[in-house]
Structure formats: structure tokens, C-alpha cells
T-cell receptor, first 114, second 112 residues
Framework: NAGVTQTPKFQVLKTGQSMTLQCAQD?????MSWYRQDPGMGLRLIHY???????DQGEVPNGYNVSRSTTEDFPLRLLSAAPSQTSVYFC?????????????FGEGSRLTVL | AQSVTQLGSHVSVSEGALVLLRCNYS??????LFWYVQYPNQGLQLLLK??????LVKGINGFEAEFKKSETSFHLTKPSAHMSDAAEYFC??????????FGAGTRLAVHP
């Protein structure tokens, strides 16, 4: 049971570089989302998707892009990395059974921007 | 707007002692409330959830939480702490379809 898979687990970038954090789930979940976790701030929603072809902004979307071309994949793109984007990023998905709020999380991607 | 406040960023208990992690919420609509646990270097996993059924909710690993509307609280308890309970715990409230608003987290330490 793979669940939610995130790659890479660790990444170091220089300011201004771009990269994509990958997220894939094999549970046929319609809902997928990206959170960032910072000390003392809990998790904050970056972007989310309620199905293939549909994305929307969360609480802290600036500096990030997403797309959802398939049900399985939901990549997060940083176009020009900034030190403020140093964080741990979590991808999560939820089954198509309504607003249950039960999210299944990946193991996280730790990003450092120098 | 919905929000969550977790009182105490760090809680330390002895093994076998009561665990009490505090969570207060603010919501303009009847809330769905959750507790998630994060073990070191892992993602979050659901401990328990309140979805307007029974006010006392039982979760995994012996944890339970009671929804108290009059106090806008959803505190997490466990009668007897175990070393394996050491982790970070997050309270959350729904902010729309499957969108969770998380508290800042409480790190639980359990010492022998």
C-alpha cells in the first residue's frame, strides 16, 4: 500500500532556482492538497484540488503553482525560490466520500532555500 | 472564519500519567474537529474526529476527546501515557470542503 508518495524527501536550492515537488497517490482520491509546516505555525494550506483539471488557492499560495492533469498526481512548483519558502511540505489526499476532513498525508519534503 | 488555538506548545508527562492536550476552536458554523498526530520525520495521521454525532469521541491508541460547545473546546486526553505517545499533536477544524485549519501543535514528551 503506497498511499501518498512525495519526492524528493530533501532538497537544497539557491535563491531564484526553480523546482517541482512531486506528489502521487494510488487510492483514487479526488481531493488533493499541499500544506507547508513551519515551527510554531502548524500546517498552512497552499493549494488544493477537488479533481483532475480543478485547482484553487489556499491560505498561502504566493510563490507556488500547481496543476492537476490526472487524478493520481498533484505537483507543486516553485518558480523562483526564496528563503521564506524554506519549510517542510506535505501533500495530502482525501477520499471521494464528502467533507469528512480525513486527510491522508505523505511523509513530507524538506526544502531549504539558501 | 474558523480558527484553532492549542494551549501549550510543549507538554511533558511521566509514563503512566494522564495526558491532557488543550484545543479551543472558533467557528461560525457547526464545526467538524480533528486531532492528528505526527511522529518524528513522518506525515500526520488521524487520531480521531468529531462530526456532530457523539460528543465523546474515541480514537486510536487509547486517546479520546470531548466536544464541549459551551466552552468551544475539544481537548485530547489519554488516561495513562506511554513512551510511544511522544509526538507532536495537532488540533484542526474544517474550513470548507476537506480544507483543514490546523493549530500550531503541541509537542508531547513522555519521560520514565
Amino acid at each position: 500500500n503506497a498511499g501518498v508518495t512525495q519526492t524528493p524527501k530533501f532538497q537544497v536550492l539557491k535563491t531564484g532556482q526553480s523546482m517541482t515537488l512531486q506528489c502521487a497517490q494510488d487510492m483514487n482520491h479526488e481531493y488533493m492538497s499541499w500544506y507547508r509546516q513551519d515551527p510554531g505555525m502548524g500546517l498552512r494550506l497552499i493549494h488544493y484540488s477537488v479533481g483532475a483539471g480543478i485547482t484553487d488557492q489556499g491560505e498561502v499560495p504566493n510563490g507556488y503553482n500547481v496543476s492537476r492533469s490526472t487524478t493520481e498526481d498533484f505537483p507543486l512548483r516553485l518558480l523562483s525560490a526564496a528563503p521564506s519558502q524554506t519549510s517542510v511540505y506535505f501533500c495530502a489526499s482525501s477520499p471521494p466520500t464528502g467533507n469528512t476532513g480525513e486527510l491522508f498525508f505523505g511523509e513530507g519534503s524538506r526544502l531549504t532555500v539558501l | 472564519a474558523q480558527s484553532v488555538t492549542q494551549l501549550g506548545s510543549h507538554v511533558s508527562v511521566s509514563e503512566g500519567a494522564l495526558v491532557l492536550l488543550r484545543c479551543n476552536y472558533s467557528s461560525s458554523v457547526p464545526p467538524y474537529l480533528f486531532w492528528y498526530v505526527q511522529y518524528p520525520n513522518q506525515g500526520l495521521q488521524l487520531l480521531l474526529k468529531y462530526t456532530s454525532a457523539a460528543t465523546l469521541v474515541k480514537g486510536i491508541n487509547g486517546f479520546e476527546a470531548e466536544f464541549k460547545k459551551s466552552e468551544t473546546s475539544f481537548h485530547l486526553t489519554k488516561p495513562s501515557a506511554h513512551m510511544s505517545d511522544a509526538a507532536e499533536y495537532f488540533c484542526a477544524v474544517t474550513g470548507g470542503y476537506n480544507k483543514l485549519i490546523f493549530g500550531a501543535g503541541t509537542r508531547l514528551a513522555v519521560h520514565p
